[in-house]
């Protein structure tokens, strides 16, 4: 059993950091008036705008979901959300799937021709290729008006491209700041002083020399997406774009170049664990998780994740706290996910509103354990503050100030581009601005297809 | 294919004259002497004319016919129509663009491919060449009465037994900059002074990826030469070794050269298998760090199905398959000729 | 460890291989047994980390210094594995090992059942593109599976074999097929006409001296055959990635694959994984070694 309990404790990053049991809110969430039938978006006021079908029980078919494991709502509770959504629906059938972020993008593009799923999970890098490509429906006629102003910024984000709907938002996230206030304290460092870039590198020295830390930063700068999102929103918070208005590279200049700068130096002075150029999410997790970095930056997830005992040493000591300031304020990138539904479901009303149902607040609510609501009202919901005090707030923040990565229908291939580059940098091979006047020809070629 | 070479022939009589030999064999006859050839000739004529097998012949491959091209005909002729088009797009109605041959010559001035092509073909010789010359060193030990002999050959197969990507995972694990434990017993031993990131530069990444190619793969390379040594026979070598021959000696004059046609096999098997190098990349670097791993399948992968530019990822796969299938014939060939060499007493 | 010398430990034993080998009965130099040690030990030493990995606690395998004994045992991989529910990853491995299995014995048998027959037909017959057929059915082997995993995926939907283990099968077994029968081809070369020829005499049809003479005789190559098919499916990965996406067919590399996602990785249950993967390939390995070592210098030797 202990394993399964860790799996969920990856997830729960607001309970179990908190410290609250889960039958307090749900409790607390029930008495929100979910419980009961009809549709379940009646409180947001979302029904009236876009449903297509009235009742619900006229709504019939079977429809096949792909969803991804590992992070965001877990397998367990999507399969409960299916089972409560038939409940409504009788006639309904949702079956379920799940595989890792890894397979995710290739799984949807494999299956897009044979229209396996209705619905699928899909990553905020991918609405633009996706839709560009004829796989997934622009479902803008059926988005509720008050969507655009009830739900988050960069939850809709995750959806849009070019101004039309791809999609539901339904998992908001962003890259946190996170630091352990043990060291920090053990080097004499202000916390305060960790709130931009340079104090973070002031700070890392410190922790270097006082707190024997070797490597007080850690970062997942694989050749992986994870090295752009880091990159991103260092870039942002510097001032810089990576692409202008016109989606043209910007990344020679300015804020990008500075950021990158800033990355490679963070190595040279011996303040990086050099190991992150081989690092994903996850080991950030666990090198800071073990005590042998200060800081990082990483997504929600990590919250939880570090401060459980099970899987970590420094539990209790994870503080979070918004991105650190480069000048341009305090920016981080959005990792929001949405629903799409396939182009080639036949049972488009089905998906519909199923994806309407499990991203309707009262569902967030109820398993907020899983992941934070993308509805703005959430967060001043004592109940949902309540769950995680230290979280709530700076996420609400931060979610409000987060820069999005280009979407242009090429993304992957010119992320790719761009993780070769920036790893050139970061290992030193050329300076940054070397590497990106090199690789600016590639991606602008690219960007022509 | 079915040119019998005669360098078995003396093998398999020397195995077979052996009273206790406790194998099946696996010819239990000579080679095929010019005795008996009136009869064959008599055989064939019975049995043999062309037009009359010929009908039998394509009755029996029938079924193997259906398993093979009944799945698979389709996708090839998609995979190579799709190599002569522009074709962003899975989608059966996504438009198409008849490009000619302008995959194929792009793929000759891809940088990013003409660096896959050189990384591959650095992770194929060293790793086959590597496998090859341990397999021979291990194969010729499983060979030696040893007291534990079957321990050693268990330990020797268990790589084997495991899933690349287990095996690959396995590694990536083992090397893990933090905590691997490869990191903590080098240290401990004094052998690094601090933890390495064995992962997190091109060339240390790639040798990496290499070792534990190698840490597999040289399972089969041992079990071919262990395989091969069984059919030297043993009078050889004791010939050789009363004439006063050094072990040394031996082993390149006589051992070596009567080897050739298992390490051939085990060469162009493992060249092949190496040149479509996925998994292991996949797993332990995914092309990284700064494309430094990347493979031609891994680039394949990532622009068919990353990049979704269908159509010139099945160039480049198409171009995998020409390359490995010259590779084959010239496996083929050199089988033949070599083992006619060898065995023309 | 026992050193060199003329056998004290088991002179029988050392007797009756002096029958065998010849002249060669005495056993190995005491450097060679220190060789063979240092050797098992290097290939042994994953394996046994992975044992311990197995029972480490999480937090206790990201130690620096790493401790090389576990502090407590911790056993919850295991358990896990063999009671966990089957959506987790741990439970869902159980399900892996019993789908590859499956996949694994189906598309062996179904391999070598057509392919005994063809590679019959391509070592014995006579016809005019003989050459030509080995190599077509050969290339498939050659396909890098990504060129032809959409299409083929299209394929499985439309017979309804997609995330089905009946679907695997037949698609492993269409680039399982030319290898065995390539390898039997050359095992059945390696059979003189002769036999054949007196078993005509005696009245044998065609089918019964295949069946009762040629294969019996080319077990060797039979099994080894099987035992690197058995791999082949063991080892593929692309295929099941893409085709399979519920425990009711997913294989162990996909599995595994989703032990270390970018979002967690538990080394512990990697090692158990990766240990339990091993099994069944090794006793089928063990179990057929005197066959496959016989069978794999008659199926090298040849083009």
Redesign the interface.
């Known amino acids: 059993m202990s394993e399964f309990v860790s799996q969920l404790n990856r997830r729960r990053f607001l309970l179990g950091a908190a410290g609250f049991g889960a039958a307090g809110l749900l409790a607390a969430c029930s008495s929100g008036g979910t419980g009961t039938g009809g549709t379940g978006t009646s409180s947001t006021g979302s029904t009236g705008a876009g449903a297509t079908s009235g009742g619900g029980s006229d709504l019939s078919g079977t429809i096949t979901g792909l969803f991804m494991k590992q992070a965001g709502y877990s397998e367990d509770h999507i399969n409960q959300m299916a089972a409560s959504f038939t409940k409504l629906h009788p006639n309904v059938k949702v079956n379920t799937e799940f595989v890792a972020y890894e397979a995710l993008h290739d799984k949807i593009v494999a299956a897009a021709p044979a229209g396996t799923y209705d619905l699928v999970f899909i990553d905020v890098i991918w609405p633009a290729e996706f839709a560009t490509k004829g796989l997934i429906a622009d479902i803008t006629s059926r988005i509720p008006a008050n969507w655009k102003t009830d739900v988050l910024q960069g939850a809709l984000d995750s959806a849009l491209y070019q101004g039309k709907f791809y999609g539901l938002p339904w998992l908001l996230d962003a890259k946190f700041f996170y630091y352990n206030k043990n060291l920090l304290t053990k080097a004499g460092v202000d916390p305060a002083s960790v709130t931009t870039w340079d104090g973070v590198a002031t700070a890392a020295k410190a922790i270097k020399d006082k707190a024997g830390v070797k490597y007080p930063l850690v970062w997942s700068w694989a050749q992986a997406e994870a090295v752009i999102c880091d990159w991103a929103l260092m870039t942002a918070s510097f001032g810089g774009k990576l692409f202008d208005e016109k989606g043209q590279p910007a990344f020679t200049e300015g804020g990008a170049v500075q950021a990158l700068e800033f990355m490679r130096k963070s190595i040279v002075d011996g303040i990086t664990n050099p190991s992150s150029t081989q690092s994903l999410e996850d080991d950030v997790v666990k090198v800071f998780g073990a005590g042998d970095a200060a800081m990082g930056l990483n997504w929600s997830y990590m919250f939880a994740a570090a401060n459980d005992p099970k899987q970590s040493t420094v539990a209790g000591q994870a503080v979070v706290t918004e991105v650190p300031n480069g000048g341009a304020g305090r920016i981080s990138v959005n990792g929001s996910s949405a629903l799409s539904i396939t182009a080639t479901s036949k049972n488009q009303d089905v998906a519909w509103e199923f994806a309407k149902y499990v991203s309707s607040l009262e569902v967030q609510t109820k398993y907020i354990s899983d992941a934070l609501p993308i509805w703005k009202s959430a967060y001043d919901d004592p109940a949902v503050i309540k769950t995680a005090p230290e979280f709530v707030p700076v996420a609400k923040k931060q979610f409000n100030d987060m820069t999005n990565r280009p979407q242009v229908v090429a993304y992957n291939a010119v992320s790719q581009k761009l993780q070769v580059a920036v790893q050139k940098a970061l290992l030193g091979t050329v300076s940054p601005q070397q590497a990106m006047n090199d690789v600016k020809p590639d991606v602008e070629k690219l960007l022509a297809q | 294919?079915?040119?019998?070479?005669d360098?078995?022939a003396p093998?398999t009589q020397s195995r077979t004259g052996?009273?206790?030999?406790?194998?099946?064999?696996?010819?239990?006859?000579?080679?095929?002497t010019s005795s008996?050839s009136s009869?064959?000739k008599r055989?064939?004529r019975?049995?043999?004319?062309?037009r009359r097998?010929?009908g039998?012949?394509?009755l029996?491959?029938l079924?193997?016919?259906?398993?093979?091209?009944?799945?698979?005909t389709?996708?090839?002729l998609?995979?190579v129509w799709l190599s002569f088009n522009r074709v962003?797009?899975?989608?059966?109605?996504?438009p198409s663009e008849f490009v000619g041959f302008k995959n194929f010559i792009n793929a000759f001035t891809d940088s990013d491919l003409i660096a896959a092509t050189g990384h591959t073909i650095y992770f194929t010789l060293v790793s086959t060449a590597a496998e090859i010359v341990l397999g021979v060193l291990?194969g010729q030990?499983m060979a030696?009465?040893?007291?534990?002999?079957w321990?050693?050959?268990?330990?020797?197969?268990?790589?084997?037994?495991?899933?690349?990507?287990?095996?690959a995972?396995?590694w990536?694990?083992?090397l893990?900059?933090?905590?691997g434990?490869i990191n903590?017993l080098l240290?401990?031993l004094g052998i690094i002074g601090s933890?390495r990131?064995w992962?997190?530069?091109?060339t240390s990444?790639m040798n990496m990826i290499i070792i534990a190619d190698v840490?597999k793969n040289t399972s089969i390379a041992a079990?071919?030469v262990?395989?091969?040594l069984?059919?030297i026979p043993?009078?050889l070598r004791?010939a050789a070794s009363v004439d006063g021959a050094g072990a040394v000696r031996r082993f390149f004059s006589i051992t070596l050269p009567l080897l050739r046609?298992?390490i051939m096999?085990?060469l162009v098997l493992r060249t092949?298998e190496a040149f479509?190098v996925?998994?292991i990349v996949?797993?332990m670097?995914?092309?990284?760090?700064?494309?430094g791993t990347q493979t031609v399948?891994v680039y394949?992968?990532?622009t068919?199905?990353?990049?979704?530019?269908?159509g010139y990822?099945?160039a480049i796969?198409?171009l995998?398959?020409v390359v490995?299938?010259l590779l084959?014939?010239a496996y083929?060939r050199m089988?033949?000729t070599g083992?006619t060499a060898d065995g023309g007493r | 460890m026992s050193s060199g010398g003329a056998g004290s430990a088991k002179p029988e034993r050392g007797k009756a291989m002096s029958h065998r080998r010849g002249m060669n009965d005495r056993y190995a130099p005491v450097w060679m047994h220190l060789v063979a040690v240092v050797v098992i030990l290097v290939f042994l030493a994953p394996f046994a980390w992975l044992a311990i990995a197995s029972v480490t606690a999480p937090s206790d395998l990201l130690r620096r210094p790493l401790r090389w004994w576990p502090q407590h045992l911790d056993l919850s991989r295991w358990v896990n594995i063999f009671t966990g529910d089957a959506n987790t990853p741990a439970g869902g491995f159980r399900s892996a090992m019993v789908n590859s299995a499956i996949v694994a014995a189906g598309t062996v048998a179904l391999s070598v059942a057509v392919a005994v027959l063809g590679a019959y037909a391509v070592s014995r017959l006579r016809f005019r593109g003989r050459g030509i057929t080995v190599l077509g059915f050969l290339s498939t082997y050659m396909i890098p599976p990504i060129a032809i995993v959409i299409p083929l995926y299209l394929i499985l939907v439309q017979i309804g074999l997609l995330d089905n283990r009946l679907g695997l099968i037949l698609v492993y077994s269409s680039f399982i097929t030319p290898f065995v029968l390539w390898t039997l081809t050359n095992f059945f070369d390696a059979l003189p006409r002769e036999i054949d020829e007196a078993a005509t005499i005696d009245g044998a049809g065609r089918m019964r001296i295949l069946w009762q003479v040629l294969l019996p005789l080319a077990k060797p190559g039979l099994f080894s055959a099987i035992l690197f098919a058995t791999m082949l499916c063991w080892d593929e990965f692309l295929y099941a990635l893409i085709f399979t996406s519920t425990p009711a067919s997913k294989t162990i590399p996909v599995a595994v694959a989703e032990f270390s996602g970018k979002f967690a990785t538990d080394f512990g249950l990697l090692s158990a994984g990766g240990l339990l993967a091993a099994i069944p390939p090794v006793v089928v390995a063990l179990v057929f070694q005197r066959y496959v070592t016989a069978g794999l210098a008659a199926g090298g030797v040849k083009g």
């Open positions: 294919m079915g040119h019998v070479t360098s078995t093998a052996s009273p206790a030999n406790a194998d099946p064999p696996h010819g239990p006859a000579g080679p095929r008996s009869y064959s055989f064939r019975t049995y043999g004319t062309s097998s010929g039998l012949a394509a029996l491959l079924p193997a016919a259906v398993v093979v091209f009944g799945l698979v389709y996708p090839v998609r995979t962003l797009s899975p989608m059966p109605t996504a291990l030990l030696q009465k040893l007291r534990f002999r321990l050693l050959r268990a330990a020797i197969l268990l790589p084997w037994a495991l899933p690349t990507v287990v095996s995972s396995m990536r694990y083992l893990n900059a933090d905590y434990p903590a240290t401990q933890y990131s992962l997190g530069t091109p990444a840490w079990f071919f262990l395989a091969g069984a059919v043993n009078e004791e046609p298992v096999v085990v092949i479509k996925f998994d996949y797993v670097t995914r092309g990284g760090p700064s494309n399948a394949a992968y990532q068919a199905f990353s990049n979704q530019n269908f990822g099945s796969a198409l995998i398959v490995v299938l084959a014939v083929i089988l033949s083992g």
